[in-house]
């Protein structure tokens, strides 16, 4: 059973929006740290946007912060990630990561991320 999957990804023109979603089993969903990563062709990972549970804090990149927004739906296990004014640059496959899972370990941003979605693609044309 996949504990992570996303949908929502798509073309659009420079400009537009797209919202990610991705459903998580309840286990996973209830990780100590959640959220959206990417990776463009060429290039390494990178955290998008990542929520802690506990403390509720979450953390953007500095190349996303007033245009995209992570939100978390709790009753239905899942974490979106609202894209706005979105950029060529902004092309590249994105991942929903959780800590709980049993993946290799990418540690980044004081948390052990374990869980990885199979990705969804998002281009964006000028």
């Known amino acids: 059973q996949e504990q992570l999957v996303e949908s929502g990804g798509g073309s659009v023109v420079s400009g537009g929006s797209l919202r990610l979603s991705c459903v998580a089993t309840?286990?996973?969903?209830?990780?100590?740290?959640i959220g959206w990563f990417r990776q463009a062709p060429g290039k390494e990972r990178e955290a998008v946007a990542v929520?802690?549970?506990?403390?509720?804090?979450?953390y953007y990149a500095d190349s996303v912060k007033g245009r995209f927004t992570v939100s978390r739906h709790n009753s239905e296990n899942t974490l979106y990630l609202q894209m706005n004014s979105l950029k060529p640059e902004d092309t590249a496959m994105y991942y929903c990561?959780?800590?709980?899972?049993?993946?290799?370990?990418?540690?980044?941003?004081?948390?052990?991320?374990?869980?990885w979605g199979s990705g969804t693609q998002v281009t964006v044309g000028s």
């Open positions: 990561a959780a800590q709980r899972g049993d993946y290799p370990e990418f540690h980044v941003l004081s948390c052990a991320f374990k869980n």
């Open positions: 309840r286990y996973t969903y209830n990780s100590p740290c």
């Open positions: 929520t802690y549970t506990g403390g509720g804090s979450t």
